[in-house]
T-cell receptor, first 117, second 116 residues
């Protein structure tokens, strides 16, 4: 069974340029997460989708970040314009939500490592 | 609000020695607790989780953790370290089914070094 797929794995851009990351979750998983991971830190949630609905985007910097999950499957995270401080690893995860929420195992992709110059 | 504290950003053990990675949490409601492992250039992988029931939880690769409510701890242990255990370990806490959803908070991580 394929895991969570992310692309690209690495991206180098100049500041003020736009960038987009793509995530394909595990088949059948209805919940999708985007996390930001800075060097030496744990993941921090940017946005969580349940199917097509963004149910928690409270930590997403909406002035420059946007996300979408069309048809409740794949998702794209965009930054426009990118800033130097956006350099980090962007992780996508998915889970199958059922029963008591919060106890699901999250399955992570390998991440996209972004470097903004 | 929930929080997770992992004591020690780096832990070094000899091969065959006991591994102990510490995690303390705060939560206003009984939490779900997780340990994830991250190998270089990879995503996080679940080692084990506590949801309900037995407080001693066994996971993959010989790891286990014990939920101690009185100490608000969920320390991760392994009796005998192997070279392949060298990785970054993250403790996480999730609240239980709050109306409107839930949040999972990750600790800052502990990097485990295993010496030959």
């Amino acid at each position: 069974e394929a895991g969570v797929v992310q692309s690209p794995r690495y991206k180098i851009i100049e500041k003020k340029q736009p960038v987009a990351f793509w995530c394909n979750p595990i088949s059948g998983h209805n919940t999708l997460y985007w996390y930001l991971q800075n060097l030496g830190q744990g993941p921090e949630l940017l946005i969580r989708y349940e199917n097509e609905e963004a149910v928690d985007d409270s930590q997403l910097p909406k002035d420059r970040f946007s996300a979408e999950r069309l048809k409740g499957v794949d998702s794209t995270l965009k930054i426009q314009p990118a800033e130097l401080g956006d350099s980090a690893v962007y992780l996508c995860a998915s889970s199958l939500t059922g029963g008591a929420p919060g106890q699901e195992t999250q399955y992570f992709g390998p991440g996209t490592r972004l470097l903004v110059l | 609000a929930q929080s997770v504290t992992q004591l020690g950003s780096h832990v070094s053990v000899s091969e065959g020695a006991l591994v102990l990675l510490r995690c303390n949490y705060s939560s206003s409601v009984p939490p779900y607790l997780f340990w994830y492992v991250q190998y270089p250039n990879q995503g996080l992988q679940l080692l084990l989780k506590y949801t309900t029931g037995a407080t001693l939880v066994k996971g993959i690769n010989g790891f286990e953790a014990e939920f101690k409510k009185s100490e608000t701890s969920f320390h991760l242990t392994k009796p005998s370290a192997h070279m392949s255990d060298a990785a970054e370990y993250f403790c996480a806490v999730s609240d239980r089914g709050k109306i409107g959803g839930f949040k999972t908070i990750f600790g800052a991580g502990t990097r485990l070094f295993v010496k030959a």
